[in-house]
């Protein structure tokens, strides 16, 4: 026969293995005895005393934990925190997954500097193909007037007229065309710059991105992984003690079990009476009066 005994919790049991079987003496109370039943795998065991609070004991080796029904309901919500954290940070990770306002703003100012530049080299070429155009009428219109083929003074008069004309026209169009041509040139930066900040900011997406997709991974089997722990932990839970924990969210929110400091209660700074005080150090489950958290010590 080897006895085990745990320091660190309150109150303090001495465990007893006998053969196959266990049996739990209460610190100081030979008389107080306990009906262990083997449960799930590692030697996890659920222990029910005979005063009524019910108790799961985790064995490992020759180590045996004791958590009453106050410190379960303690674990579950720190699962349940946990989880709740996990999804808003994986909501976080998808929504950065997402192309970012910069790298949409980089995208659409890149797009406006590449359709510019096109109407801009648009209208250049349509005024090279005019002033061409223009410049092929006044030759022509020189070689009558000066190849002496045209006799009449009133058609030299109107082709002096037309070639002044012309003249004029084309000088506008020259103007019109060095315009265009800087702006091309502008336009040509412009592009360019907006393409390199466009590449820039993809180029740190992209970074970004292999490190949402890992963390995002490492979200769901995290998820994943609590998800099963607080399945594993409601079938060693009690009705009682699960019913106290959901009034307690009902009523006041998270957390639903807070620490007992003293005699107050940390969730709502309440006194607590002397005999509910005295109840959870016991490890009985004992919820707060006025804002019905559950009190747990530390």
Not at 259 to 276: D, E, F, H, M, Y
Request: hydrophobic share 40%; proline share 2%; glycine share 6%.
């Amino acid at each position: 026969m080897a006895g085990i005994h745990n320091p660190g919790y309150q109150p303090q049991f001495i465990l007893t293995m006998v053969g196959a079987g266990m049996t739990a003496n209460k610190h100081k109370d030979a008389g107080a005895q306990v009906t262990l039943k083997k449960k799930l795998e590692h030697r996890r065991f659920l222990g029910i005393f005979t005063g009524g609070t019910r108790f799961h004991l985790e064995g490992l080796g020759d180590k045996i934990s004791v958590m009453s029904q106050v410190d379960l309901l303690y674990r579950l919500q720190q699962i349940d925190d946990a989880i709740r954290d996990s999804k808003k940070r994986l909501a976080q990770v998808i929504s950065l997954q997402k192309e970012s306002s910069d790298l949409e703003a980089a995208r659409r100012s890149t797009e406006v500097a590449a359709e510019d530049l096109k109407n801009w080299r648009g209208k250049q070429n349509v005024l090279n193909l005019e002033l061409s155009a223009l410049n092929e009428k006044a030759k022509q219109e020189e070689i009558r007037l000066y190849s002496g083929m045209v006799k009449n003074p009133k058609e030299l008069e109107e082709i002096q007229y037309e070639l002044e004309s012309l003249g004029r026209r084309g000088s506008a169009l020259e103007d019109e065309l060095i315009e265009a041509m800087i702006m091309v040139e502008d336009r040509e930066r412009e592009a360019i710059e907006a393409e390199q900040e466009l590449e820039a900011i993809e180029t740190t997406w992209v970074k970004d991105q292999e490190s949402l997709n890992i963390e995002r991974g490492e979200l769901i089997t995290t998820i994943n992984d609590l998800i099963k722990q607080r399945k594993e932990l409601l079938t060693i839970v009690s009705g009682e003690a699960m019913a106290a924990y959901h009034n307690a969210i009902r009523r006041a929110g998270n957390p639903a079990v807070v620490l007992l400091k003293g005699s107050r209660c940390s969730g709502c700074q309440v006194t607590i009476p002397a005999n509910l005080v005295k109840s959870t150090e016991d490890g009985n489950l004992v919820v707060c009066d006025n804002c019905s958290r559950v009190l747990c010590l530390m």
